[in-house]
């Protein structure tokens, strides 16, 4: 089955790529401490839909616990990775992340600030996202200038990154060391383990509608790591495409660390396998990394919350199996190009 370099995705691997996350979802709802065969999962989820009966202690761990998990591994995995391809393509850069311009820190450091002051998982999720937002904010206006160029806006990012990661020690620095100290520190570890439809229903916006934009704007994310001129000629809007790019990326990455902590790698290592496979035509990279992205971390996350009794914080995970992998693809590929 080939796929072509410079075009869309093939029939086949649309299909391939449509049903993986679906199918590994699904086999996430049978995995765990406890785990149920796939017909009674089938069950539980037509009877939740059709008015069937179904055994009530079976409901609740699917409906309330792992499916609401699966959902949100799903978005924030997707997410996450189409943010990452869109700013590896913004910036010419594949070390590019969406980190980059300092959202993850800056939802960090609200997250941390809502614990201490005692905020509910609401408040910690809509104050999160608010100073993600702030801190792109300040980086877009601390690079802004006449003839001020993209390495600029990077370069704010770092700084602006660097600044609230610093506010996040200071709050955990004066957060109470036996209640507020372990739950910032656990949070700022990443896990999906306060997943509920209700965190869903405000968080999962952002995300969707991020993807849906970039997904329809896939056609002209090509000409990205293009000069103005090259642009002008292919007649796109070259500032505006950056300017949606921007906020959309920024949108999906503080709402994915908003609702879970910090994810890291996904954002790195999916669009670089995406690349690696599919090639660098975005109408086939932003499908694919939409896919791939949700597929990754509905994985990682099962993993997290099966293979042991106290469930590892999945930035730990995704680190521990990244790396390496990364470390392989780098060696295997004969470089980089966008």
């Known amino acids: 089955m080939k796929h072509s370099r410079i075009g869309a995705l093939h029939p086949a691997w649309a299909v391939i790529l449509v049903i993986l996350p679906v199918l590994l979802g699904f086999a996430a709802l049978c995995i765990g401490r406890i785990s149920y065969p796939v017909s009674e999962i089938w069950q539980v989820v037509t009877a939740k839909f059709t008015g069937a009966e179904m055994d009530k202690q079976m409901g609740i761990v699917i409906w309330n616990i792992r499916m609401p998990r699966v959902l949100l591994a799903a978005l924030v995995g997707a997410g996450l990775s189409v943010a990452g391809c869109a700013f590896q393509s913004l910036f010419a850069n594949p070390l590019a992340t969406p980190d980059t311009l300092g959202v993850a820190s800056g939802t960090s450091f609200g997250a941390a600030l809502a614990l201490l002051l005692g905020c509910g998982l609401l408040g910690v999720q809509a104050i999160a996202f608010a100073f993600g937002i702030l801190a792109v904010t300040l980086t877009w206006l601390s690079a ?5 160029g993209l390495s600029s806006v990077v370069l704010g990012g770092i700084m602006i990154g660097s600044l609230f990661s610093s506010l996040v020690s200071l709050v955990k620095f004066t957060a109470d060391t036996e209640t507020q100290l372990p739950a910032i520190t656990y949070w700022l570890m990443g896990s999906l383990a306060s997943a509920g439809f209700e ?4 968080g999962a916006p952002f995300i969707i509608a991020g993807i ?3 997904f329809a704007l896939r056609w002209q994310l090509n000409v990205l790591p ?3 001129d090259e642009a002008r000629s292919l007649g796109s809007n070259i500032k505006l495409l950056r300017i949606v790019t921007i906020i959309c990326a920024t949108a999906m990455t503080a709402s994915s660390v908003a609702m879970c902590g910090q994810v890291g790698w996904v954002g790195l290592l999916i669009p670089h396998i995406c ?7 975005h109408r086939a990279l932003i499908p694919a990394s939409v896919s791939l992205g949700a597929a990754f971390l509905i994985v990682v996350d099962t993993m997290a919350r099966s293979i042991s009794a106290a469930e590892i914080p999945i930035s730990v995970l995704t680190a521990i199996i990244g790396a390496p992998f990364f470390i392989i693809l780098m060696r295997r590929s004969r470089g980089w190009r966008l």
Not at 199 to 202: D, E, G, I, Q
């Open 226 to 228: 293009l000069g103005e």
């Open 199 to 202: 965190s869903l229903k405000w």
């Open 275 to 281: 690349r690696m496979a599919f090639g660098n035509n």
């Open 144 to 148: 802004a200038g006449k003839g001020r």
């Open 212 to 214: 849906a934009v970039l």
